[in-house]
Every structure is written in structure tokens, then in C-alpha cells.
């Protein structure tokens, strides 16, 4: 989705804009643009492709200011040209906007400028409306345009916008789509994600749904709806300024899976008291609570829903309360049975996945708790939620999620942990048995990488399969899920997920020697079904890598590969297993020769239904 930086201080504006957008290229983009006041009007240069096409273009020292608005688009309304790309200005260029979103009545917007105003329009965008709507009210007082031109729009959106006349500020307003403001010494920035900030300051104001705000280069004013100030404590953001750095890793995808160890623990360390009692101080479920709820829901989109796949076995098993789970984009459209007796778990790495947050906003509505699982801290769901447990996975810059995956999982095990401990239905043995599981994941995990080279040599054999297919059963099924989507979202090779169990009902009909299979057996209780599984594929000709717990040695009979993981309880399993497969697929992706941290067609934070 879009990236909006704006930065406002006392020089060099150009450079923070620029860098600020560098850190947001995870977003995914096709073109980008910055704006700087110029005397009575505002310069824009844009470029299309990557930021070093913008920078070579807006290379010229006299094109600076204290003052910047940029922005990196990607692509809805219009192609991604030059003259679509961010910012657009009004006719005689006096007032620029950058704009992420989509203006729904965009078109009637555009037909009255013309017909009524003989505004002309210079590109397809549904966002150069709003530069026309500020220029049409403004009469030198920016806050005010805007205000209007936002009573006129129907939509999503998170603009900035600059007026030439007022160098001194940057207008910023949101709906439905993100917006944070970093705060410094003589300095104010306004961005889409806290990644843009960081080099510069970690004390950040999270803007709300429907709310404005001016930054001049030494305050910070929101406003409400209704035009009323707003008193909003400044946050501080513990993730370090390095955080969305690639190191020495050649992608960020390959770092953030490296991080895999420290962040499960920081996670999981984070939440425990020092008798190994959970630790929920910021969550207010009661027992009470706990004891009233007859139902959960699991919602989330992605490699979120697949954490809640896994989750849903684990809570059900831990609670007794019957879990459903559901990928926000469907749950929103059926008929469901959401009370005041159901708890509604919203699953989330950047915590503005539209489709999750709209179904939470339905769920609270109807009377739902909200807890919400969320890695970035005063996102939009974590905001709407009654409850937050935040992953500390730290800034997720691949499109293709990893950490926040693990990291996600670790947190579905501590509410289950909670929950049926409160309510009585883990007793004490097994708390401990798990938690003492739990603990023992970060080593593994860091056991696991240290066999990189394997899985790379896997994937070397393996890359030119165009078919994959992923089986596992109970909880081997959700990671199944995973493996695949990992695959097929980096290296563009179809693959499928399916419960082993499932095979011989259908999918079976499409093996044969052509066919790599990637077969989970992690789970003892299941282990011989899953055995007998693989071997009615083998018969088919297929190649088999198994995967299975460390002493487990009959998956080699009938195996063409085995990957081991360490031992441990069933339960824990797949915080090893996707592991493994996180690596194949980088280096399937690698071997393809594809853009493993930015995928085409991808973005990493979904703000569009
Ligand atoms: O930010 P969210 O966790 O809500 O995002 C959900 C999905 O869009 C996300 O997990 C997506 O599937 C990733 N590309 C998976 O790697």
C-alpha cells in the first residue's frame, strides 16, 4: 500500500522525506514524488519505479526546504505513470496532497470540479480530487480547507497536505487509514508506519479514526471530529532505530527469520512473572470473564489466520470452549452468533489489515470482548480492541511474514495457558509441562537454523517443481498452510495445502512423479496415519520431503528427504516445523531469481478491502 512521509524542522527536508519513504518500501510501491514549498507555489518531482529514480531527479540542492511532503504510491486508480504518482497539486499548484486510500465517490467529486469549477484534471487518480477540493476552500487557512474538503469525500484515506502560502505547517488528517506523527527537538514528522520515524525520534503520536492534525516544526495539534482540541499522550516506540535495517542480510526476509530465537523469547519472557504465572497486567479479562465466555472466534487474514489455525486447536484444547476461526474477508458476510458471551480474537502483524479491522469493529458492535493479538504497537486494531497482547516481533519489513508468524503462535499458547488455568481446565502438570516447552523454543529454533545449508541445498534440487503440495494432520494441517503460502507468495510457484487426511478424496488424482510433496509428521499421535499418508503418494511417484521430530526415523522408508526437528511436545511443534520451511522457500525464491522481500502483486499492509 502507500507510504506518506512528512517531515517539518528547520533544514533538509528533502533528505528525511526520502529516507523516512525508504523505510516504508516494504509497503510495496511503483512510483514516488515529493513536494516542497517554493515561494508562491509548490514543486513536485516525481518519478516512477524506485526511490533512486526520484532522488537522481529531485538531486537538485536548490530543490530543499525545511518543510516536505512525500509519498510512494501503489498503484489502483490509474497506471503507475509518472503523472498519477504522488503528490498532486491543485491547477496552479499553490496546495499539494499525498494521499493513501481510495476516495469512493471520487468520480462525482471529479465531474462537479469540471463542470462547475473547470478544474482540470492532470492524472487518473481518484486522489487528485483532493487537491482541487482544498484549493477550491482554501482561503489561507489550511486547517479549515481541509476540513471541508474531508466533509466532501467518502472513503478511506490518510492525507497530508501543504499550502504554499503556509510553509510553516503540514495539515495531516485520517480515516480508516493509518497515520502517526513522530515528535522531536524542532522537528515534527507525520508518516504511514513507525519504521519512517525511527532514525529520527521514537516518541510518536498515534492519530485517530476522524481526527486532524497541524505540525509546525515545534507543536503538535490534533482535532477531533467536531473541531475540539484533543489531549493525546506522546507514546514511546521501544523498537530500536536499526530495527528495519537489512544488517548484513541480503534480504530482510532471511534477517527477520534469523531473529526468530530472540523474539519468541522476548515474547514469551515478557509475559511471565517470575513464579511462571502469566503476566496480563494490561489485559482486563477477569475469571469472571473467562468463565462467561461460550464462545471464541479466531479472525484474521493471511499468515495471521494460518497462526489461528494452530490456535484454534491449542485454546480449544486448553479452554474446552468451542473456537472458531474464519479469514476476515468471509466472516464479515455470514451469518454468525457474536454476544456478550463470546470472545473475539483478531489476529494481526501490522494491525491495520482492513478486512480484520472491520470485522472486529462488526464483532464489538454486536457485543464481542476484543482481544487482539497485534505487532505493531497503537495500530488501528490494537487501538479498537479491549484488550491488546502484542507480539515482540519488532518491525516486519518482508512482505512475506515470518516472525510475526511464530511470534503470533507463541502468543495463541499464552492465552490458552491463561484462559484454562483461570478456568480451571489446565491443571497444574500440564501448565508446566507446556511452559516448560515454550521455553525450550528459542534454542531449538536457533538449533534448526544452524542446519541453513540443508534446506538450502533442498531447495536447490527442488526449485524447478511448478507443483508443491503441503499435507499434514491436526496441527501439522495448519502449518501446512503456512509452508504453502510461503512458497507460492515469493517464488510464484503453485502450491497447495491440504489435511492429509483429505488427500484420497480428490487431490490425490494430481500425483505423480512430476509432484513435490512436502509431508508433516510432527504430531506422535497422528505419526503412523501420516506415514501411511505418504506412502499411498509414493505409490503414485511423487517426491517426498517428510518432516518429523528428531528419532522418528520410519519417515525415511518412505521419504525421498527427511528434515528433523528437535523433540518436543506435539503442541509446541509448529513453531519448529515452519521454520524449515520458511528457509526453503526463501531459497526456492532465491534460485527463481524472484524479489523475495517485495513479491509482486504484494504489499504488506492490506488497507483495501
Ligand atoms: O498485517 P496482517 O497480519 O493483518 O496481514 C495479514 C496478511 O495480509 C499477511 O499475513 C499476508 O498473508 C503475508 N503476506 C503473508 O506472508
Known sequence: MCGIVGYIGTDHAKEKVIDGLRRLEYRGY????????DGRKIRIVKAVGELKNLEAKASDPTFDAPVAIGHTRWATHGKPTELNAHPHGNMDNSIAIVHNGIIENYQELREWLTVE???????????????????????????SAVNKAVADMRGAYAVAAMAAREPDKIVAVRKDTPLVVGHGSGFNMIASDVPALLKYTRDV???????????TKDSVVIFDEKGNEVERDIQAVEWKADAADKADYDHFMLKEIHEQPRVIQDTLFNRLNPDDSIKLDDISMTKE???????????????????????KMVIEKMTKIPVEIDVASEFRYRETFIDDRTLFIAISQSG??????????????????????????????????????????????????????????I???????????????????????????????????????????????LAERYHFNDHVFFIGRGLDSGVSYEGSLKLKEISYIHSFAIAAGELKHGTIALMDADSLVIALATQDRL?????SNIVEIQARGAHIIGVAKEGRTEIEKTSDEVIYIPNCADEVAPVLAV????????????????????PKNLAKSVTVE
Not at 207 to 213: D, K, Y
Not at 527 to 531: L, Q, S, T
Open 352 to 409: 491495520e489489515t482492513l478486512d480484520t479491522l472491520a470485522a472486529l469493529r462488526d464483532a464489538k458492535e454486536r457485543g464481542a470482548r476484543i482481544l487482539s493479538v497485534v505487532n505493531a504497537v497503537g495500530s488501528s486494531i490494537a487501538r479498537e480492541s479491549h484488550d491488546v497482547f502484542y507480539t515482540l516481533a519488532g518491525p516486519e519489513v518482508a512482505v512475506a511474514s515470518t516472525k510475526a508468524y511464530t511470534t503470533q503462535l
Open 30 to 37: 511503483d512510483s514516488a514524488g515529493i513536494a516542497i514549498p
Open 579 to 598: 521454520i524449515p520451511l520458511q528457509i526453503f522457500a526463501y531459497y526456492v525464491a532465491l534460485e527463481r531469481g524472484c524479489n523475495i522481500d517485495k
Open 117 to 143: 469549477y473547470g478544474v482540470k484534471f492532470k492524472s487518473e487518480t481518484d486522489s487528485e480530487v483532493i487537491a482541487h477540493l482544498i484549493g477550491l476552500y482554501y482561503d489561507g487557512d489550511l486547517l
Open 411 to 457: 502468543c495463541m499458547y499464552l492465552i490458552g495457558l491463561y484462559m484454562g488455568s483461570t478456568k480451571g481446565t489446565v491443571g497444574r502438570e500440564y501448565y508446566e509441562f507446556i511452559l516448560n516447552e515454550l521455553k525450550e523454543l528459542p534454542d531449538k529454533v536457533g538449533r534448526i537454523l544452524l542446519s541453513e545449508e540443508k534446506y538450502k541445498k
Open 289 to 311: 470473564d473467562i468463565d462467561n465466555f461460550n464462545k471464541i472466534y479466531i479472525i484474521a487474514c493471511g499468515t495471521a489466520y494460518h497462526a489461528g489455525l494452530v490456535g
Open 527 to 531: 505419526y503412523e496415519k501420516m506415514v
Open 205 to 215: 503520536y498515534f492519530i485517530e479514526n476522524n481526527e486532524t492534525v497541524v505540525l
